[in-house]
Nanobody, 126 residues
Framework: VQLVESGGGLVQAGGSLRLSCAAS????????MGWFRQAPGKEREFVAV????????YYANSVRGRFTISRDNANNTVALRMDNLKPEDTAVYYC????????????????????WGQGTQVTVSS
C-alpha cells in the first residue's frame, strides 16, 4: 500500500481543514486506516482511526468532537475533517495503514502501522 496525503496548510484558530490520503493497491479495503501527527520535538501521536469497512471510528481525546475520519473504499481514499482547529493541533499529519489486514480490534500504536505517507503540514495560528 502506498499513501499520499494532501490538504494541509495554514489556518487561523477556529478554522477548518480537510486532509485527504490517496492509497494505491487493490487491497486498500482490507486495512484499518489511521491518522497520526508529529509536532516539532514531540513523538508521533495517534489522532484517529477508521476500520477497514468504515463501520467504526476512534479518536484521541484531544480531537474528539472536532475531527472526523472517513473513508471511501471505492476510490481508495481516507479523509480527516478538522474543525475548530487550535494552535496545539499544529503538526505534520501522516496517513497510515495498519500492518495487519483484517485486524481484530483497533490499534492506536504507530508501530502497528506498516505503511505511511510522506506527511502534510498543518499550521494553526493564534
Amino acid at each position: 500500500v502506498q499513501l499520499v496525503e494532501s490538504g494541509g496548510g495554514l489556518v487561523q484558530a477556529g478554522g477548518s481543514l480537510r486532509l485527504s490520503c490517496a492509497a494505491s493497491g487493490r487491497t486498500f479495503s482490507r486495512y484499518d486506516m489511521g491518522w497520526f501527527r508529529q509536532a516539532p520535538g514531540k513523538e508521533r501521536e495517534f489522532v484517529a482511526v477508521v476500520t477497514s469497512s468504515g463501520g467504526r471510528t476512534y479518536y484521541a481525546n484531544s480531537v474528539r468532537g472536532r475531527f472526523t475520519i472517513s473513508r471511501d473504499n471505492a476510490n481508495n481514499t481516507v479523509a480527516l475533517r478538522m474543525d475548530n482547529l487550535k494552535p496545539e493541533d499544529t503538526a505534520v499529519y501522516y496517513c497510515a495503514a495498519d500492518r495487519t489486514p483484517g485486524r481484530l480490534g483497533i490499534s492506536i500504536t504507530p508501530g502497528e502501522y506498516g505503511y505511511w505517507g510522506q506527511g502534510t503540514q498543518v499550521t494553526v495560528s493564534s
